[in-house]
Nanobody, 122 residues
Framework: QEELVESGGGLVQAGGSLRLSCTMSTKGRYSLSWFRQAPGEEREFVAGISRGGESTRYSDAVKGRFTISRDNAGITQFLQMNGLKPEDTAIYYC?????????????????WGRGTQVTVSS
């Protein structure tokens, strides 16, 4: 398993932006994704980028507002979140899977970060 460390969460007003980062402990061949979990809710897929970085996938809830990317070394991934809404409030988790394509199923991911809190005020 890889160690993943998220950063960049915080408190922002509706309509604002945040940029999350996720750094892996080693360079590996993984597809990387972000999930989020609000209180009392199940963990849900937000966005993912394939192992080669050539394809991305987004949930309908964030499509057009969030952008996922990764650095050339394949160690750090980013989630740029624009147009934030109160319903985006959740703990955001970074996750890694050896699958070549992005999958939205949490049980496909073998490594998880501890999460970073994102709070959007109205």
């Amino acid at each position: 398993q890889e160690e993943l460390v998220e950063s960049g969460g915080g408190l922002v007003q509706a309509g604002g932006s945040l940029r999350l980062s996720c750094t892996m402990s080693t360079k590996g061949r993984y597809s990387l994704s972000w999930f989020r979990q609000a209180p009392g809710e199940e963990r849900e897929f937000v966005a993912g980028i394939s192992r080669g970085g050539e394809s991305t996938r987004y949930s309908d809830a964030v499509k057009g507002r969030f952008t996922i990317s990764r650095d050339n070394a394949g160690i750090t991934q980013f989630l740029q979140m624009n147009g934030l809404k109160p319903e985006d409030t959740a703990i955001y988790y970074c996750a890694a899977t050896s699958s070549y394509a992005v999958t939205s199923r949490p049980f496909d991911y073998s490594s998880w970060g501890r999460g970073t809190q994102v709070t959007v005020s109205s």
